[in-house]
């Protein structure tokens, strides 16, 4: 019973957050490119702009802050 439990809650977790995902593409997007074409020297901030963007959007969609 516990087991199913946790199942559905994990459940309910990934369409919440895939419906946070699918609404912010864009932004999303942006974030992945800059992460790509900087992978080779990725450093602690260095597509911030485009993460704040990306996780904006996020909260706005989820109603959520993180």
């Known amino acids: 019973m516990a087991g ?3 199942a559905g809650k994990a459940r309910r977790l990934v369409l919440t ?6 609404g912010c593409a864009k932004e999303a997007t942006a974030y ?3 992460v790509t074409a ?6 602690k901030h260095a597509c911030q702009t485009q993460f704040q963007a990306f ?9 959520r802050k993180w």
């Open 4 to 6: 199913q439990q946790q």
């Open 17 to 22: 957050l895939e419906k946070g995902l699918t």
């Open 32 to 34: 992945g490119q800059c």
């Open 38 to 43: 900087n992978i080779e020297t990725i450093g």
């Open 55 to 63: 996780k904006a959007c996020a909260q706005q969609t989820l109603k």
